[in-house]
């Protein structure tokens, strides 16, 4: 059995009204609402489309993943 990833959240919950996503962790409310049912795979899925959103929306050029594939 896969073990769930932690969660993406920094406590920083709050939803920008134009791009819909959370300002802390960049995830949608779907996504948000999801997580917990999701499987390990669709959660480090969703966790590399978080790095790149982060970084579109930050400038702040992507680092390296340092985690092992799922």
């Not at 996504?31 to 929306?57: C, F, K, T």
């Amino acid at each position: 059995m896969q073990t769930a990833l932690p969660s993406p959240c920094i406590s920083i919950c709050q939803i920008d009204p134009h791009s819909g996503q959370c300002v802390g962790c960049y995830r949608s409310r779907q996504e948000i609402a999801r997580w917990g049912r999701m499987s390990a795979e669709e959660q480090a899925a969703l966790l590399n489309d978080l790095r790149d959103r982060r970084a579109e929306q930050t400038g702040v050029k992507r680092r390296p993943t340092r985690r092992r594939p799922v």
